[in-house]
């Protein structure tokens, strides 16, 4: 059998880091993660996540306990970055949005170390070189946009993963603020509803991210992750959720320029989920024509991957 790649996850204990970590190793891939001493950003403002059961310290024992090799270190501590990167061929970054532009750090460690054959930067979102996105998550998306450039000027290998909307922070409550489960009343709806999104789980994202690294046609490209059953627009999404719960929803459209001025009016976290929504549904971020030169489209690169269906996802509410 073929030695599979060393794979390094920077910012493992994450909301999609960990699913990063436990697709390494299920593929068999030697796991490797960076853990600094002190997680200072435990207090931090956090967007909503899918409730994680584990402590931080539990969930760390649990990798080490499942053969992933730990190493101490600090995106801000240098020697430790190129330490860590000298015993792996592939480095994935899972960081938080603010930690994006701190990525420069990786790429001078990578530059150094100088034995990576790929990079994956924290995207894990829609393509950050075709969005219409407007405040405060545009700011982030060129963040994005920046360090791939980076990469690119550095000539260091890589792979962007453009995922789109997580369920746990899109579906789980059919995209409406302060709940944190799909409404049985009323729900709001950016636009008209038409428009199509990508919706995928977090440990989906994990899976395709890991087939994607132990690809080689993935390498120098954008993989799009738009899953026939899941790339759906958010009227389709509601009628899949009335049918279940055997109700019909009060919609109310909201147009464009109410959600520029709720945007304006409201603070983080909500008005940078209000944003996301827009990026998706009224702008359509996710819809768009991939280049086969560059790109990537998981579906038909990994087919035989089994992912949880937008139906699958939704049944656990009901
Ligand atoms: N598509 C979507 O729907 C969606 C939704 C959310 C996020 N995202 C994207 O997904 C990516 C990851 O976001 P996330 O929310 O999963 O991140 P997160 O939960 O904030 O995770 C951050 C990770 O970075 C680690 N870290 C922080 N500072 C560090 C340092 N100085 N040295 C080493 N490690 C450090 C943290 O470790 P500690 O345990 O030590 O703090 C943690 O493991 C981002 O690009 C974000 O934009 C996409």
New binding site residues.
Partial sequence: MAVKDRILV?????????HIVWASLKAGNPTFI???D?????N?P??V?AANPET?EELIQSFQNSGVTLIQ?????HESLVKAIKQVDVVI????????E?QVKIVAAIKEAGNVKRFF??????DVDRHDATEPVRE?FEE?AKIRRVIEAEGIPYTYLC????T???LRNLAQIDITVPPRDKVFIQGDGNVKGAY?T?AD?GVFTIQAANDPNALNKAVHIRLPNNYLSLNDIISLWEKKIGKTLEKIYVPEEQVFKQIKETSFPNNYLLA?YHSQQIKGDAVYEIDPAKDLEAFEAYPDVKYTTVSEYLDQFV
């Fill in positions: 920077l910012g493992p204990t994450g909301a999609i880091g960990r960076l853990v600094r002190t997680p200072a950003s435990v931090k956090r967007l996540t931080r270190g600090d995106l801000n501590d970054c899972s960081f938080g949005r603010l930690l994006i701190d930067p924290s995207e894990f979102g829609l982030v994005k995922c789109h909307a997580f746990g922070y899109f995928i977090e994202v996301l």
